[in-house]
């Protein structure tokens, strides 16, 4: 089974993570292999201009630039914060073409309009939104015909998507480097999240905000289009919800976050998925929790049309 799918289609190289979770260095050996096959077969024949889109990590992102620098003049990649509607954006990153230049902009049509679906995980401080962003991130990975998906970090608190993986491996660097990268919620990073939301346009983009009920997060919460109330009881609900009809957002999950609990407990899957998941640690791999799968699944069906 393939841990990095690769795959030409016309003058776009798509790419993505397969459904095996797995180290980076396993990653650039299998990546490596693909691209070669291409190579050796005549598949990446060479030429001006390739395009590169869908799911790179940095260690990815070198691997590629190695191997396709020395077929084509210019590689540009796509850049999912910077789309607009019908418009997917790919940046110049390499560019041996007098044409083109690092940094410059390429506007492609894109073919077939999808729905994009923009779900908020939204609730009070302490409640493990960020814990469970990772796990709904890595649960998608794992099904197989998933539509392709994005994950940001709408607040400014250093929890990245890379925080996760690297708190499993040394939770003390990981809290170091989330100190360092941590700032202010000031009113023009509300301003730049709410942008950044509006301009993704992957079938599914999940994000999380800050655990208060304020203008910053009402401004970055109403580029959403669908929303998870995530909570440490039942008297927390009612702000969040209302908030987000205030804002016309579908809300398809409520979740109570019970961090002493042994189990996961589904009570409800439609019309709103409900029920708590158990034990949102940070550095854990809770992908399979019960409801955690069982979003990731009423996400495909959204990313589907469903």
């Known amino acids: 089974m393939s841990i990095y799918h690769i795959s030409l289609e016309g003058d776009i190289l798509k790419v993505g993570f397969g459904t095996t979770l797995t180290t980076g260095d396993e990653i650039v050996r299998d990546a490596a292999t693909r691209l070669n096959q291409m190579i050796a077969s005549g598949e990446l024949p060479g030429g001006a201009l390739i395009k590169i889109n869908g799911r790179t990590s940095v260690l990815v992102s070198q691997v590629l630039a190695d191997k396709l620098s020395k077929l084509y003049d210019v590689i540009a990649l796509f850049d999912p914060k910077i789309g607009d509607k019908g418009l997917d954006r790919y940046v110049v990153t390499i560019s041996k073409h007098a044409d083109y230049q690092v940094g410059d902009i390429l506007d492609v049509v894109r073919v077939q309009q999808q729905s994009s679906i923009k779900l908020v995980i939204c609730g009070f401080a302490n409640t493990g939104k960020t814990c469970f962003r990772e796990g709904l991130k890595q649960a998608l990975l794992q099904i197989a015909d998933a539509p392709e998906s994005y994950f940001i970090s709408g607040c400014p608190d250093g929890d990245g998507s890379w925080y996760g993986e690297t708190a499993r491996r040394d939770a003390d660097l990981a809290q170091k ?14 301003e730049r999240k709410a942008r950044e939301v509006r301009g993704i346009n992957t079938p599914i983009l999940v994000f999380d905000v800050g655990g208060k009920i304020s203008n910053a997060n009402r401004l970055i919460m109403c580029a959403a289009t669908h929303a ?17 009809k205030s804002l016309g957002l579908s809300v ?16 409800q899957e439609t019309p709103i998925l409900r029920g708590s998941v158990h034990r949102l640690l940070r550095g854990e791999d809770v992908s399979r929790r019960a409801i955690v799968r069982a979003l990731a699944g009423v996400l495909v069906g959204l990313g589907k049309g469903g």
């Open 177 to 190: 480097l989330k100190t360092e990268y941590k700032a202010g919620f000031t009113p023009d990073f509300a």
């Open 228 to 244: 998870v109330i995530l909570v440490k009881d039942v008297t927390e609900v009612a702000p969040w919800e209302e908030l987000c």
């Open 252 to 267: 398809v999950a409520i979740i109570y976050s019970d961090y002493d609990g042994v189990d996961d407990v589904i009570a």
